[in-house]
Nanobody, 125 residues
Framework: QVQLVESGGGLVQAGGSLRLSCAAS????????LGWFRQAPGKERDFVAA???????LYADSVKGRFTISRDNAKNTMYLQMNSLEPEDTAVYYC???????????????????WGQGTQVTVSS
């Protein structure tokens, strides 16, 4: 079982940066694929990025070149560095974990078994 806790959200002006963290419990952290999703008010929860086996990374087109996902297995922590933030990035950001590493499915919510409670990111214009 994996428990996930996000932190690092807040209010930032457009063009600014934030770094989100996701702290995980569990001794098999390194074997999990980890992902970030976000949900804006009135919208679906959308895929943002994932990090999987052998440092593989996957990004949504909307964040490519602006966001960077990383993980520190020794600290059981995943990060999302968000640069050049836009008002459209405003959402609750969730981290998620799965034991699957099948790349075609890593952008799908249903692939993930464990979810954090979310952290709010607000980007003002």
């Amino acid at each position: 079982q994996v428990q996930l806790v996000e932190s690092g959200g807040g209010l930032v002006q457009a063009g600014g940066s934030l770094r989100l963290s996701c702290a995980a419990s569990g001794r098999t952290f390194s074997s999990y694929t980890l992902g970030w999703f976000r949900q804006a008010p009135g919208k679906e929860r959308d895929f943002v990025a994932a990090t999987y086996w052998n440092d593989g990374q996957l990004y949504a087109d909307s964040v490519k070149g602006r966001f960077t996902i990383s993980r520190d297995n020794a600290k059981n922590t995943m990060y999302l560095q968000m640069n050049s933030l836009e008002p459209e990035d405003t959402a609750v950001y969730y981290c998620a974990a799965t034991q699957s590493s099948r790349r075609p499915f890593l952008s799908m919510r249903s692939t993930y078994d464990h979810w954090g409670q979310g952290t709010q990111v607000t980007v003002s214009s």
